[in-house]
DNA sequence: TCTTTTTGGTCAAAAAACGAACAAAAAAAC
DNA sequence: GTTTTTTTGTTCGTTTTTTGACCAAAAAGA
């Protein structure tokens, strides 16, 4: 608490739930706080005055409260926010309104994963770009996602295994010093259940569980309606949980690993080896839609939702939302999670559980990190 | 928030932080509500008039501050509460003073499966026999465990498959009528957690997994120092995990369990397996402490170990401490279930990682009661 | 021994929140 | 279509609450 006195408190925790929740009504912020709409109006009016929120002039008010007068909303204002998510092999960013309303965004191909300066000096060129075509002269925080672990406490990547040209670096102070802004850094699962958890499947689920398959699996916990990061920052690394009976060599050394059996590259084998005669290369998981490469999506999620069974009966999530290419790439691979799911979780955890897909798609990273930019502001 | 007044608001919280925390100066109050010392002052003052804390007598205090005058302990004065532990076949009753400190318990033999009416009836006389024997004529609180999961909105108890004697009944009701005093019920591997939690292994890290080994296996998560139970209150089911490879038929009609190869029962059966000739039913965990014994524990261990290495990648906490029958059954036990953690989970989650036995043993769950009912009044 | 540091305690002055009042805006009742 | 009910935003005098300054006490360090 550094807040002095007793109206810094106050006034510090109204900002906080305006910043938290989209549209409150002073009405709300006394039922909240426990202060009188006295109280609350004359700590409002200094916000307003202060142009630290403004008044919402739509008239959207739910009749959730029933009759009575409708409040009007109260939103943070503030500069607008980007968001970059390094993929293993893109790069994506984005400007949005400090609400996390999209302005504009743009994607490169780009071998993220070896090149991490250049994958640096791309993204800040990019967010530099976008500044100019959107006339975005103030930014008020950048949050960026990677696709590894990232220390808590000191802001460095970790796992050697992957991410081999990132080791050590603080992606961080790197970009804060190209971009001249602070720069917040999550893991990449971490953003993407941020963004299902504000915009997407997570809306209405305090606690879910988000898994990102794409070439790496990782997951993500969403518990009490918060970011769960784990003791040391390191929550989610599920992808080299071993599984029973495989021997796929994975990265990290390791056979059967969930992620060398289940991932694009697995897929994408599997679809080439069963459609001979064309381009390995050329092949993605859209190229195809016939009924083998429905199955062996099937399967793959089949793969992926058994495991997660296990890590449901320990969490008890009302949700598992499926991220990712593989997420995204058609109802097989999240049914046959689903599936899975249904069949190894026990009967009363899986039926207070949906399993969906991510409703942003592949975006969901990219809105995760809009989302923590927007909200990174104490 | 229901106390209207911000008196009463501070007065709540600073009571709240005094019953939290065993032990706690004014300065420590001021510090931790971000109040003046004069008004923390005022409100204590008042606490102390209305015998809600009393000051503590003892000159400890810790030199962590450095120099300086040492600041009297506050602590809350209350009635003495009584924990209740159900187990597979024993009735574990005690009773504690408003701290935790334990006054006296008792404990029988019998089946809790089957009977629920005459467990509780049972509980109800035992905790009788114990208030009159040490003179507690009231109660302030009383909190029980039992060995399944406890709906969390309803407190009905839940699994069909196990404690078919207790389904659909509410304990807390039941025992509640029976004993005179509101009892809160709570599943026995989420007491056990918050056991070791106040006044075990793990007074020294927020982020941890409880595992009771005991006839079955449960689990129950402290993230960020609070108990966890979970989207519906289900959290830490993870003794119906799948174990690949094996077949050994489970009480919940599938096969391979963890709990079906990880148990009291099925480490008995080994043994009685490799000691021939002599009694099944006279055969304990403790009757023989030769190597062929030791290698049963280990090798369970390292299988249990195995299964909540993932949990860990997934949580990554800073401790796994066993608890339950096995857990306090010998090293062998808990060394298997570090060594396979540690092989198996992730290098940087493994080297954030204690694995250690209950520091109360096969009493965690009861002292975890006696703590939840004496934190229980708000 | 003397200084420094931290604590518990007191009181007037300042700050903050409350409660009561009123107008406004919508839904519900008539 | 009008009236009633409900909920909200707004203001202001009153009351409550907190602060800030001050002092004595109790330890640790010079």
Chains 1, 2 share one sequence.
């Not at 996602?145 to 992957?162: E, H, K, M, N």
């Not at 070439?215 to 029973?244: C, F, M, N």
């Amino acid at each position: 608490m550094v807040d002095s006195t007793p109206r810094q408190r106050n006034r510090t925790e109204m900002l906080r739930l305006i910043r938290a929740g989209q549209g409150v009504t002073r009405a709300d912020l006394a039922r909240s706080t426990g202060l009188s709409r006295s109280a609350v109006q004359a700590i409002v009016s200094g916000l307003l005055s202060e142009s630290q929120v403004s008044e919402l002039e739509v008239e959207e008010k739910g009749p959730g409260t029933g009759s009575g007068r409708p409040g009007t909303l109260l939103v943070a204002v503030g500069d607008p926010v980007a968001g970059i998510d390094f993929g293993h092999n893109h790069l994506h960013v984005a400007i949005a309104d400090s609400f996390g309303r999209l302005i504009g965004d743009r994607r490169i191909e780009i071998d993220v994963d070896l090149a991490a300066e250049e994958a640096m000096n791309a993204a800040a060129e990019l967010l530099s770009t976008l500044r100019a075509e959107h006339d975005v002269t103030r930014l008020q925080a950048v949050a960026a996602g990677i696709p590894g672990p990232v220390d808590l406490a000191s802001g460095l990547v970790q796992s050697p295994t992957i991410l081999s040209g990132w080791v050590g670096l603080s992606p961080a102070t790197e970009l804060g010093r190209r971009i001249g802004v602070p720069v917040r850094i999550e893991n990449d699962a971490a953003l993407g259940a941020l963004g299902e958890l504000y915009g997407g499947a997570g809306r209405n689920h305090r606690d879910f569980l988000y898994v990102k398959a794409s070439h790496g699996i990782g997951a993500s916990l969403v518990l009490g309606g918060d970011l769960y990061r784990g003791g040391t920052g390191l929550a989610g690394e599920i992808g080299h949980t071993h599984l029973g009976g495989r021997t796929e060599l994975c990265r990290c050394g390791n056979r059967g690993c969930l992620e060398a059996v289940v991932s694009v590259a697995a897929v994408i084998d599997q679809i080439a080896h069963t459609h001979p005669g064309g381009d390995r290369a050329a092949i993605t998981l859209e190229s195809f839609t016939d009924p083998i490469t429905e199955r062996i999506l099937h399967e793959s999620g089949r793969i992926l939702g058994q495991v997660v069974s296990d890590l449901c009966n320990l969490v008890n999530p009302t949700a598992v939302i499926i991220g990712g290419e593989l997420g995204a790439a058609g109802e097989a691979f999240v049914q046959g999670a689903e599936q899975a799911i249904r069949r190894y979780a026990q009967p009363a955890t899986a039926a207070a559980l949906v399993v969906r897909a991510a409703e942003l798609g592949n975006r969901a990273e990219l809105h995760g990190a809009l989302a923590l930019a927007a909200r990174a502001l104490v």
